[in-house]
């Protein structure tokens, strides 16, 4: 089981790597999705995986440009502004300054503000530890006021570093100024008492590398370094350093270890980790140092090298100083400046570990040497004394030597005695000594309640309440359950199923001390609005007719293109509103693309880029753009003739036939013909290849053959240039292909004059597919004077308003979607007509018919490039029935009196029909219509005031077809002669108001008399179905 285990999480880190390269190997390309294929995306979930990483992309690239747009936008302000406040900040710095009696500052601070040191003009300036600073640097704090200038520093400790070792060693760039002076016997004043080092430590640098140094008095009163003999101690050990970095530091894994055991001895004294100090003399070793210190336990004990810590000091001092090999080099260890620092930094305690005997070589580390071996302060081991034993004492050498004091002691058990009775477990450890912090891990032995129950914990945790589990009779119910033991049984909650019977029937799924549930979650088999069956929960099958639950049965309804709709019940509206078909469309444009959009009646511009080429170059635009005509001479030729045309103009030479001469690498006569490629296939190494019959001409002993340049097939000559110059309308308009593997065929210069009109034909019917510039431009001022007119829209539908507006604003603009931006300002039209039309209904009837029109508003609203055959025939026909049920609820508001018994089961009937949840069909609207006839013969018109008869008689007498029927503003009715479109303007005579129109465009005040002849749309306009207008491209296609 274990190993099964362990495989699948191997499994699962494996799995996870995987998908880790994938993201990575995603995120480094580049191609994204078209913003014309984005459009079109309706659900991202049934993208392929792919095509969601080339939107994701596309978005990225989008965000990421208009970042950098505002970035752009704002980059000159924010330099102006940052300018101007870098002049502020230098005035306010200066302001400041000018008035302060001392300033402190870095060199390289002095450097940033020299100009503010030069209005300033400080008389008297202070360099402190001006030995380890640049001359330069020095000389660049000065200014021509300056009267006094006091250098502080130690010339025998670190000299200045700088970048470049040549001129630092050869040009003398690491000395300073101070050094300087000091060397040509300017006066200067040197230190007489140090505070910092005890005497055990100061005197390993006096009198060997300062001459007269002597120690103040409170140096004396330091105490003792607790768990070791002696305060100041060297270990030797000759254990060889490694070189790292290929020789460019070293470290010493055996001083590390070591160094790293010792500071954690010392942390079990009790030193806080701030009084502690790693130091060594190599950044190799520093890393090696740091691997073997966790956080956990080292947290606060500083680690640096020598060279960083100039200028520092702390109570102890560890220093590691690496250098160990037989070649006896000892590297920085023998710069005195180095030395002298690092001896120096100890105030209470120094410990070094190195290899003395190979640094006794250099002279001053001989001198030191000596002094410790006089003192008692070099051997080959550290003795350790434990606090809470004086006697024992313990040896260390190396680090493994620690193990002996595990705790900071000895060896010896603790056996202190806890507050809680029992011993402390641990070897003997001079940290807390009172045992505050110690946790007794052994078990709890106090009986927490009056059964006898004991402690589960451990010694040091709270005992808490008494969790044991007990038999115990619940009082409210009776059932027996197994209850904590603090809690009283009239507390608990029974845990029991609960047995009680809910309003439905069923019975409660609760526990029995729950409160019963209000809804009952059974799932049970339900009949919804729609007519499907559908597992739902209980409680929810009182609510099934107001659409809370969402029918997920499968729509399963053969669209208009042919396939089965791939939505839901919820999803189609019940049929009324189909989801798009998702199905591949997987047609060969005529650009030889396959369409990558799903199924649609017209497939949009192809988006990939363009194939068509030559041999002079490449057309780089997208494949639904028209190209640019190559204009260099073309280079079809041979010794027999030479076209003198440009290449992408037919050719004005014949196909030379004449057998190629030219011999094959194989040593066989060529078997192509004379001025073309010739073929890779030979007529004797590859006979059985070559004279398989697929023209029907191959085994003629005279045959040649042609080699396709874009594939690689060889064809026989003669049956492929019948199949090349084959009529143009068997094959329709596309580039012929190679008859094997359907590669098209753009190269071969033999066949150009036939591959050039074919590329002249597609190139005529992308113009078309993209419209005349003249005509989209028109078709827009058009759609926008007509916006702009449709008051309605704009007042009751403002949000859509502004859609369409910038929809028209949009740039370039192309056929189809001019043709989607008229269906939507058409049908928009309609709904806002509708929704303006609701105050001829009563109050209780506006809800159902709002929720309606929200439905149509939200079809409407998905994103497209153009509406399909099967959403336009849903759009009609549901926005049909809504004019149908608008009209015959307008018209019983309209009705005062009572109503026949016959009528209103008519009028029953009619809206029974018109709020169902199906597809609104002809067969409905024909029964709607049959219903409506027999209404309007009783009731009057909505509005009109005159019965039924009347109105058909005015309507014939007049003569007028539907849609000629308009009203105005204030509803009286008016009638528009000839063409049905109005081209005056003149004033009702009932109120006076505006009526008609100029240029076959209506007021926009004035609407269409539907209630007068039924017409759903006036006889000079554009009908919705624009997108049917494109049947003799279709059929070029």
């Not at 006091?150 to 760039?173: C, E, M, R, T, W």
């Not at 060889?714 to 090349?724: A, I, K, P, R, W």
């Amino acid at each position: 089981k274990s190993m099964g285990i362990l495989t699948q999480k191997n499994l699962c880190a494996v799995t996870r790597r995987k998908i880790m390269q994938k993201m990575k190997v995603e995120l480094r390309k580049v191609n994204t999705m078209t913003e014309l294929e984005a459009n079109a995306v309706q659900d991202v979930w049934q993208l392929d995986l792919d095509s969601r990483w080339r939107l994701y992309r596309l978005w990225l690239q989008t965000y990421q440009g208009s970042m950098r747009e505002d970035i752009q936008e704002h980059e000159e302000q924010y330099e102006e502004a940052a300018r101007k406040l870098k002049e502020l900040k230098l005035e306010q710095d200066l302001c400041i300054l000018s008035r302060a009696r001392v300033v402190g500052m870095t060199t390289t601070g002095a450097a940033k503000y020299r100009r503010i040191l030069q209005y300033i003009e400080p008389r008297i300036v202070i360099v402190e530890e001006a030995a380890e600073v640049l001359e330069a640097h020095t000389i660049a704090t000065l200014s021509r006021e300056c009267q006094h200038l006091i250098l502080i520093g130690d010339h025998q400790q670190l000299q200045p570093s700088a970048n470049v070792y040549d001129l630092a060693k050869n040009f003398n760039l690491e000395v300073s100024l101070f050094e300087r002076l000091v060397k040509v016997d300017f006066p200067f004043v040197c230190l007489k008492y140090q505070h910092r080092m005890r005497p055990e430590i100061a005197q390993l640098i006096s009198p060997h590398i300062y001459q007269k140094l002597e120690n103040h008095p409170s140096v004396l009163e330091y105490e003792n370094i607790k768990g070791v003999s002696t305060n100041v101690f060297f270990v030797e050990h000759e254990v060889p350093e490694q070189e790292i970095q290929e020789g460019k530091s070293h470290q010493n894994p055996h001083e590390a270890h070591f160094v790293v055991e010792l500071c954690k001895y010392f942390l079990c004294q009790g030193y806080e980790p701030s009084q502690i100090t790693i130091l060594t003399t190599y950044s190799g070793q520093l890393f090696c140092l740091r691997r073997l210190m966790p956080a956990n336990i080292f947290e606060g004990v500083k680690v640096h090298v020598v060279d960083k810590y100039q200028g520092e000091e702390n109570d102890i001092i560890l220093l590691s100083l690496v250098r160990s090999n037989k070649e006896g080099r000892p590297g920085f260890l023998q710069i005195p400046n180095r030395i002298c620092v690092a001896l120096s930094r100890a105030k209470k305690g120094l410990y070094c570990i190195g290899n003395m005997r190979m640094l006794g070589k250099v002279p001053l580390w001989n001198k030191i040497i000596e002094t410790l071996g006089k003192s008692g302060h070099l051997g080959q081991s550290l003795e350790l004394c434990c606090q809470n034993h004086p006697g024992t004492k313990t040896k260390v050498s190396t680090g493994a030597d620690f193990s002996n004091v595990p705790e900071g002691g000895c060896t010896r058990p603790c056996e202190f005695r806890l507050s809680c009775g029992h011993a402390c477990t641990r070897a003997c450890h001079p940290y807390d000594p009172e045992h505050k912090k110690y946790q007794c891990l052994k078990p709890c032995q106090k009986v927490l309640c009056e059964d006898g129950h004991h402690c589960p914990k451990s010694c040091y945790e709270p005992c808490g309440k008494c969790m044991v589990k007990v038999k115990k009779t619940i009082s409210k119910c009776g059932h027996i359950q197994m209850v904590p033991c603090h809690i009283p049984e009239w507390k608990f909650e029974c845990l029991e199923p609960c047995q009680k019977k809910l309003n439905c029937g069923h019975t409660c799924m609760r526990s029995c001390g729950q409160q019963c549930t209000m809804k009952c979650p059974q799932q049970v088999t339900a009949t919804l609005k729609c007519g499907h069956e559908q597992k739902v929960a209980c409680w929810m099958t009182r609510m099934v007719h107001e659409e809370i639950v969402k029918c997920e049965s499968k729509c399963s309804v053969t669209l208009a293109c042919g396939h089965v709709c791939s939505g839901s019940c919820h999803t189609c509206f019940g049929g009324r509103f189909h989801k798009a078909c998702d199905s591949p469309c997987k047609r060969v444009l005529i650009c030889s693309h396959e369409c990558q959009e799903p199924c649609t009646t017209e497939c949009p511009p192809c988006q990939k880029e363009c194939q068509n080429y030559c041999i002079h170059s490449k057309c780089k635009k997208k494949c639904w753009e028209s190209c640019v005509p190559c204009a260099e001479p073309c280079e079809w030729q041979c010794q027999h003739y030479q076209c003198t045309r440009l290449c992408s103009e037919p050719c004005n030479r014949p196909r030379c036939n004449v057998p190629c001469a030219k011999m094959l690498p194989c040593g066989h006569p060529c078997v192509g013909l004379c001025g073309e490629p010739c073929p890779k296939k030979c007529l004797v190494c590859d006979h059985e290849e070559l004279t398989q019959i697929f023209f029907g001409f191959e085994d003629d002993p005279d045959a040649r053959f042609v080699q396709l340049e874009d594939c690689g097939h060889v064809f026989e000559s003669q049956g492929l240039d019948h199949y090349m110059d084959e009529d143009d309308d068997v094959v329709g308009i596309k580039l012929k292909v190679c008859p094997l593997c359907q590669t098209p065929i753009r190269k071969n210069l033999r066949y150009g004059s036939s591959v050039k009109r074919q590329v002249e034909e597609i190139e005529r019917v992308k113009q078309k597919i993209q419209g005349p510039a003249e005509e989209i431009e028109s078709n827009r001022k058009r759609l926008q004077a007509a916006l702009a007119q449709n008051v309605f829209l704009r007042h009751d539908l403002s949000s859509k308003y502004a859609m369409l507006e910038k929809k028209l604003k949009a740039s370039p603009l192309s056929t189809k979607s001019i043709g989607l931006i008229e269906n939507l300002l058409n049908f928009y039209k309609r709904v806002a007509d509708l929704t303006n039309s609701l105050n001829k209904i009563n109050e209780n009837e506006k809800k159902g018919l709002i929720k309606r029109l929200d439905e149509v508003q939200k079809w409407l609203d998905k994103q497209r490039i153009s509406f399909t055959e099967q959403e336009l025939t849903d759009l009609q026909s549901e926005i049909q029935r809504l004019t149908y049920l608008l009209s015959l609820l307008a018209r019983c508001k309209a009705t005062s009196r009572v109503m026949p018994a016959d009528i209103a089961a008519e009028i029953n009937s009619a809206r029974e029909i018109l709020e169902g949840t199906k597809k609104f069909t002809e067969e409905d609207e024909a029964a709607v219509k049959a219903h409506l006839k027999k209404i309007n013969a009783s009731l009057p018109m909505s509005g009109l005031g005159i019965s039924e008869a009347e109105r058909v008689q005015i309507v014939s007498a007049i003569g007028c077809p539907r849609g000629h029927w308009f009203k105005c503003k204030n509803g009286h009715i008016y009638v528009i002669g000839e063409c049905g479109g109005a081209m005056e303007k003149s004033t009702c005579p009932e109120c006076h108001e505006v009526i008609g129109g100029t240029n076959h465009t209506l007021e926009s005040s004035n609407r269409l008399a539907s209630e007068m002849d039924g017409a759903t749309h006036a006889a000079w306009s554009d009908v919705a179905n624009n997108m049917l207008n494109f049947e003799d491209l279709r059929r070029l296609m």
